[in-house]
């Protein structure tokens, strides 16, 4: 399949944008650009406009074992695998200030391939991706061993040391909801602990990993270092995930392809790590503070139009401030302005796809068939027609009168719909917090000091955010509890995932 229309763009994108999306897009394969061995193509379709946006590579396995085999080379090369930590670190220095210099590009591109304000696009996703580049240069130079003392028999004397080295090739595998961030999550990381990796965007979303690619060429890293391999999960990400020369598999997408992820790196019992679904509860007390409140929840489910795997999608309330608080919620949702994500008054973009679509839409019948009322949103928003009447968009939706047991309750819809939820008794409170397959994150307002430990304590998540929501930064840890996933991502933690820990024993008798 190939473009063959003009891309579907704003007529304000600038030129260099422009002649980028209308490239026929190849793989990164050991320092080359080609395309896929098959010849096979994708359509990446802007969603604001629901028409084609770029044509990419569609890969198959057998392109993926040129990129195993080029990031093995690219292991043993003495260009990578022997240069010193400090140039490692100067090489994701490099990369960062590439980042920062072309970041309007790359908050443009990401936002007309995923749908998402451009003014997001350029302070979370292309922003926190300079950072995150940033925060990891420094770690080559000062991840050390340790020297052990030990007590060993009959007068022996050793000396005993550890030494972290490199896993050997990583698999990256990553959804859509933040392209090049998460492809960073795993890149910035993998790299800096002296890896080569195997890297697969999601088929909606590869624009910006290309040109990040486009990047990392530039910034100097020798070919072969980083591959990117484009085309379907079932397809690449399976290859990818089963491969015998891949050595860890990272993994960042919904808990059922996980699974099967999992599945398929049994073979050659390769590392696993796995970011996966959230269903976060968002509490509140009666003390809080009703206007911050409002405007949290508010964000903390639309933001990303709701596709943030940390989205404040169970929202629990004191029963003595529901009504003010859901009466300022629905307003502030009200006023989100849906459009285009190039639009600066956009506050909300278009989902990600019609499939996207398709599936929030279902679960809101689901929720309605099961009794829940409908406070806002639900509909498509009145007023985008023209190029913009076949974009996938939904107007920002909160569920009332929901209960624990309904579907949109308990699993995670991936789009702007918030369930609403009134509570009196804090115990029972947690307990319906916990009562999730999940346990990625969780909010907390109060001003009561023992209470905001007590809950934090009592909540089974990986990060706990208290007055405050979905922060995160390259230097906490972030990951999940139970079905949310296995390991940590950023700070110090993610570096025990790039690494293998050798003990070595030096006899001194
Ligand atoms: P997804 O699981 O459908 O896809 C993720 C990636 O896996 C894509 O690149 C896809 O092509 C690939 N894939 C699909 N099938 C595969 C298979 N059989 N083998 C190997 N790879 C395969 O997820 P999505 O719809 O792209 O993203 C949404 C999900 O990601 C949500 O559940 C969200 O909560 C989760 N997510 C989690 C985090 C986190 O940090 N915990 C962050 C972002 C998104």
New binding site residues.
Partial sequence: MTLTQAPSIPSSTPPGVASFLARDHGLLIGGHWRPSRSGHRLVSVNPATGRPLAAIAAADGSDVDDAVAAARAALADPAWRDINPLQRGELLHRLAELVEEHADELALIESLDNGKPVAVARAVDAGTTAKLFRYFAGWPSKFEGSTIPLSPRGGLRVLNYTVHEPIGVVGA??????PMS?ASWKLAPALAMGNTVVL????ETSLSTLRLAELIEEAGFPPGVVNVVTG???TV??A??AHPGVDKVA????????R??TQ?ALGNLKKVSL????KSPHIVLPDADLEAVAAAACDGIFFNQG?T?TAGSRLYVHADIYDDVMSALIDRARRIVVGPGHDPATGMGPLVSAKQLATVTSYLESGLADGAELACGGVRPAGLAGEYADGFFLEPTILTETTHAMRVVQE?I?GPVLVAMRWTDVGDLIDKANDSPYG?SAGLWTNDLTQAHRIAAAIKAGTVWVNCYNLTDPASP?G?YKQ??WGR?MGRAVLEQYTETKSVWVNLT
């Fill in positions: 595998i990553v959804p859509w909801n933040f998460m697969k965007p999601a088929e379907t999960g079932a990400g399976h990818i995930a993994f960042t997408g919904s808990t059922e392809v996980g099967l992820v398929a970011e996966l679904g959230g596709q795997c995670e991936f990625l972030f999940g949310s996933g991502e």
